[in-house]
C-alpha cells in the first residue's frame, strides 16, 4: 500500500510541474483508473498500447538529437 501511496504522490508532483506523463501498467492494476485523468492515449495496459507508447517516446527522444 505504501508503494502506491508514494507513486501517486510521484505522478501528482510530475502533473504540478507541467510534465509530460505517460503510464505503463501491464498488470492492469491501480493506474489502469488514470485513464479517466489524464486520457486513454497516456495510459496503457495492454501489450499494443504499451508498444505504441515506447515507440512514440523513443521517436520523441530521436527528434531531440
Do not use: C, W
Not at 504522490?9 to 506523463?21: A, D, G, N, P, Q
Amino acid at each position: 500500500m505504501v508503494k502506491h501511496i508514494f507513486l501517486f504522490y510521484v505522478i501528482r508532483e510530475l502533473f504540478r510541474r507541467h510534465s509530460e506523463v505517460r503510464l505503463l501498467d501491464p498488470k492492469v492494476s491501480d493506474l489502469s483508473f488514470m485513464k479517466r485523468v489524464i486520457g486513454d492515449d497516456k495510459v496503457a495496459d495492454t501489450k499494443g498500447q504499451i508498444l505504441k507508447q515506447l515507440r512514440e517516446a523513443n521517436n520523441e527522444m530521436e527528434e531531440r538529437f
